[in-house]
């Protein structure tokens, strides 16, 4: 069993800056996928980055923008955003995927005004 706990999120300016934090309770294989996923209102969740054995995809929308990383024990996984954009706002939520299941968080709601 996997608990994630996110946070970090707020309100922040066209251009700004975030960095989410999302703690990982439990056993976390180096096979296992971490990602964050976001989800604007009216919209369906989608994949913002994931990160597996070290190796990292971004969403087009994010790439050169966005960073995900992870400590060395799998316990933390961040999401670092940078110029951030009003298009950016959304619930974003840290993940773990090892088939067949899948852990979530509870989401952090980031909000960037114009």
């Known amino acids: 069993q996997v608990t994630l706990v996110e946070s970090g999120g707020g309100l922040v300016q066209s251009g700004g800056s975030l960095r989410l934090s999302c703690t990982a309770f439990g056993i976390i294989f180096s096979t296992d996928a971490m990602g964050w996923y976001r989800q604007a209102p009216g919209k369906e969740r989608e994949l913002v980055a994931r990160?597996?054995?070290?190796?990292?995809a971004y969403a087009d929308s994010v790439k050169g923008r966005f960073t995900i990383s992870t400590d060395n024990a799998l316990k933390m996984v961040w999401l670092e955003m940078n110029s951030l954009k009003p298009e950016d706002t959304a619930v974003y939520y840290c993940?773990?995927?090892?088939?067949?299941?899948?852990?979530w968080g509870q989401g952090t709601q980031v909000t960037v005004s114009s």
């Open positions: 993940n773990v995927f090892r088939a067949p299941k899948e852990y």
């Open positions: 990160i597996i054995g070290g190796s990292m």
